[in-house]
């Protein structure tokens, strides 16, 4: 706030508690970011003017990412790769 202006209590409460908010958020952007580092798992690219047939691709993504989702936390690399191995076995 500026020296020497009355504030609002209620205004001051509020902007501290968007602060917090806004704190928040950038430590889930940053551990979002870790998170698919982690699993490798990148947003599917292509060409320009070349668009091929990803759906196969694209499903297997999003059910994998839900698969990790509903999964206990995963804490070595080793534990990732049987992660995604029992999911690929799983579907083919």
């Given at each position: 706030m500026t020296k020497g202006v009355a504030a609002d209590k209620e205004v001051v409460a509020v902007l501290k508690t968007l602060r917090e908010v806004k704190k928040a958020c950038e430590q889930l952007k940053v551990e979002h970011g870790l998170l698919k580092r982690?699993?490798?798992l990148m947003q599917s690219q292509s060409r320009?003017?070349?668009v091929?047939?990803?759906a196969?691709?694209?499903s297997w993504n999003k059910s994998m990412k839900s698969d990790m989702h509903h999964r206990p936390q995963i804490m070595t690399d080793r534990g990732l790769r049987d992660?995604?191995?029992t999911h690929v076995d799983?579907?083919?």
């Open positions: 982690r699993a490798s320009p003017r070349r091929p047939d990803i196969h691709v694209q992660v995604v191995r799983s579907h083919n």
